[in-house]
């Protein structure tokens, strides 16, 4: 198995443009995680699914962001528009109910100028 | 909410034990987490322990799980200049839903 596949693995956009962040989680996983990491706030969950259904969005900063999952297989992480603020490293990771532990991606590491 | 919390940083010599500790606030915490961050790459998990053992060992890495005073420690044993990263621990609580709550990170740093 290639892992959890997130892309682009850098991101550059000015502010104000539309950022669309992907990933492809392990095939079979049921549970699918957005993360943020900064040095300011360090890791923080924006949101995870279960079956595709979004369980908890209560980590979405505000109503820029919005997350999809559109089949099993994949993930979308969009901002619109992008700030500066929103510069950080963000990492989707998967799992699968019965096992532990979560699987990371190599994260997408977005800045905003 | 549940808090983890960890110390910012650790140096040790190679050779040396390291010792990395975390405090969480849940007391429903039904497993406890180890995962090591290396630049540029996502968390890797490196162990884990169930809430109802007090002590776990794998290799070089043990970790102590004090359920009373919700504290949790890695042990690595024999530290590499590869063991230099960032490690967080993380707990997973009662309500289920595979979510994990993750700590602040520590950054060790191995020294020759």
């Known amino acids: 198995d290639a892992g959890v596949i997130q892309s682009p693995r850098h991101e550059v956009t000015e502010m104000g443009q539309e950022v669309t962040l992907r990933c492809k989680p392990i095939?079979?996983?049921?549970?699918l995680f957005w993360y943020r990491q900064t040095m300011m706030r360090g890791l923080e969950l924006l949101i995870y699914f279960n079956n595709n259904v979004p369980i908890d969005d209560s980590g979405m900063p505000e109503d820029r962001f919005s997350a999809k999952m559109p089949n099993a297989s994949f993930s979308t992480l969009k901002i619109q528009p992008s700030e500066p603020r929103d510069s950080a490293v963000y990492f989707c990771?998967?799992?699968?109910?019965?096992?532990?532990?979560?699987?990371f991606g190599s994260g997408t590491r977005l800045t905003v100028v | 909410g549940e808090d983890v919390e960890q110390s910012l940083f650790l140096s040790v010599r190679e050779g040396d034990s390291s010792v990395i500790n975390c405090t969480y606030t849940d007391s429903s915490s039904t497993y406890l987490y180890w995962y090591k961050q290396e630049p540029g790459a996502g968390l890797q998990l490196l162990t884990y322990i169930f809430s109802n053992m007090d002590m776990k060992q794998d290799q070089r890495l043990t970790v102590l799980l004090n359920k009373k005073d919700k504290h949790l420690s890695l042990r690595i044993a024999d530290t590499q200049t590869g063991d230099s990263a960032i490690y967080f621990c993380?707990?997973?609580?009662?309500?289920?839903?595979?979510?994990?709550?993750f700590g602040t990170g520590t950054q060790l740093k191995v020294e020759l």
């Open positions: 095939s079979g996983h049921d549970y």
């Open positions: 990771a998967s799992s699968f109910s019965g096992t532990h532990g979560y699987t």
């Open positions: 993380a707990e997973r609580g009662a309500g289920g839903g595979n979510k994990l709550t």
